[in-house]
T-cell receptor
Framework: EAQVTQNPRYLITVTGKKLTVTCSQN?????MSWYRQDPGLGLRQIYY???????DKGDVPEGYKVSRKEKRNFPLILESPSPNQTSLYFC???????????FGPGTRLTVL | KNEVEQSPQNLTAQEGEFITINCSYSVGISALHWLQQHPGGGIVSLFM???GKKKHGRLIATINIQEKHSSLHITASHPRDSAVYIC????????????FGTGTRLTIIP
């Protein structure tokens, strides 16, 4: 089944404890992206990647890192999480020439 | 002022009604997207359009580039259409960067 998977789906952690949220797609898509969703602010793009080893900042990259060493994986790294990074995170992917992005199920992160 | 504005923020209608959700943007774009977020949180891409009109089942999306405005219409609305509908725009620098509206919460009452 064609899909985008994220792990974990739910995470409660404490300030300063490094964490990684994984994202994987099995559709051989070139483009992948991370978004966060907050009440009243909607979805905002954190980082995106046009292909392997090509990443760029979205609108809210501060406090996040990404890497794209393989086409299928695009992990989101929070080196030192803070409470303002408490949010719902979505990963998405698409073919470069595709019209539609395919979204993962979301990861709900709480930073205490 | 946000670059992408949606209206209304909330919409409640009776089953069978014709629904219109509006999206206005203030920047140059290469494409406009409509997304649907189900009550469980999952997001589905409905349309990507850069001109004219697209139709999929009971959903119709239109865009007017000159007026920087798009509409999403739902004909013969059904309770299963209840969701948050999100408009997003791709900038015109060819990098797929997306800017989102804050969404319209649609509730269809049986």
């Amino acid at each position: 089944e064609a899909q985008v998977t994220q792990n974990p789906r739910y995470l409660i952690t404490v300030t300063g404890k490094k964490l990684t949220v994984t994202c994987s797609q099995n559709m051989n898509h070139e483009y992948m992206s991370w978004y966060r969703q907050d009440p009243g602010l909607g979805l905002r793009q954190i980082y995106y990647s046009m292909n392997v080893e090509v990443t760029d900042k979205g609108d809210v990259p501060e406090g996040y890192k990404v890497s794209r060493k393989e086409k299928r994986n695009f992990p989101l790294i929070l080196e030192s999480p803070s409470p303002n990074q408490t949010s719902l995170y979505f990963c998405a992917s698409k073919r470069t020439s595709g019209r539609h992005q395919f979204f993962g199920p979301g990861t709900r992160l709480t930073v205490l | 002022k946000n670059e992408v504005e949606q209206s209304p923020q909330n919409l409640t209608a009776q089953e069978g009604e014709f629904i219109t959700i509006n999206c206005s943007y203030s920047v140059g774009i290469s494409a406009l997207h409509w997304l649907q977020q189900h009550p469980g949180g999952g997001i589905v891409s409905l349309f990507m359009l850069s001109s004219g009109k697209k139709k999929h089942g009971r959903l119709i999306a239109t865009i007017n580039i000159q007026e920087k405005h798009s509409s999403l219409h739902i004909t013969a609305s059904h309770p299963r259409d209840s969701a948050v509908y999100i408009c997003a725009v791709s900038d015109n620098f060819g990098n797929e960067k997306l800017t989102f509206g804050t969404g319209t919460r649609l509730t269809i009452i049986p």
